[in-house]
């Protein structure tokens, strides 16, 4: 009766890892903050909790141009999606913020144009995604990007890790079971 109550449990549970995955939905696991690369230009920042990014970019008075990233490679292939608002005190289309996806980068907002929205897109795993604000004089107020709600693809272990697994707990039943008889 044991070994048929873990065998049923074993083959359960790996058909649960085999279903397929959820994304992750917030900054954690995978796409935790300390994982992601913050590259400063100028006097940029960030900051970061559970469940939003704010990245500012940069108003340090150079009039140089600054291009601040935060990226991360996608753990697994599937949707990136998250909701994002730009703001900023500058004047006309100075500064901007928006996504990239393998240094194809997308415009969410200008200065000119702040507003706040939704965003998705497909990754590839491996392909390295983010967040960025671009000012092109570094003067006159920063653009600040918030996102939350942001939601990244998980990976999930192959079909035959979850066989192995299936035969790990099958094999750990039958020891218990044999420990039990002598």
Known sequence: MLFRSALAYAVAGAAALGAPAIAQADFSGPYA??????TQAGDSSFSANLTTLTLTGSNNGSTLNALTEY????DASGTVSFNWNYS???SLNWDYGGFSVNGVFT???FNSTPGSGSFSTSVNAGDVFGFWVFSQDSIGGAGVLQITNF????AVPEPGSLGLLAMGTVGGV?????R???
Do not use: Q, Y
Not at 71 to 74: L, P, Q, V
């Open 33 to 38: 903050h300390a994982n992601w690369t913050f």
């Open 71 to 74: 990226t991360i490679a996608a």
């Open 88 to 90: 900023s005190v500058d």
């Open 107 to 109: 415009t969410l907002a």
């Open 151 to 154: 939601s990244g693809p998980v």
């Open 174 to 178: 039958l020891g218990l079971r044999r």
């Open 180 to 182: 039990r008889r002598s």
